[in-house]
């Protein structure tokens, strides 16, 4: 059983549009991902900006990979690297904590987390 940041069940971060690195909802993470795919977020227009200008364009449908763009409002298991890199630019979106793993508790402290928790 994978936990989250609080330290209780992993919760699902979205199914529409599915997310995940092994594409099942949830922000589970393994050796193979590299990118480490862990923090649940909600993505804002200001962030897919952020992301697009840095060179990972979230809001572009790529039909050959199943991947429909994200818009505002949608939930999506981002790499926590990208997400400190955003919060270093002011760009980062919100958190939902229980769908995030714990493993990002390595990277970014727990009240920092909570300060971008979606409400």
Known sequence: MALNVLGTQLSPCSTEPMTGFFRDGCCNTSVED???HTVC????DEFL???KSVGNDLSTPVPQYEFFGLKEGDRWCLCM???IEAYNANS????????????VLEHIDLDL?????VA
């Open 81 to 83: 690297p990208r997400w």
């Open 41 to 44: 977020v909600e993505v804002t």
């Open 34 to 36: 590299v990118g480490m």
């Open 113 to 117: 987390l909570r300060r971008f928790a």
């Open 49 to 51: 900006a952020f992301s």
């Open 92 to 103: 980062a979106p919100r958190i939902v904590l229980e769908a995030t793993h714990v493993s």
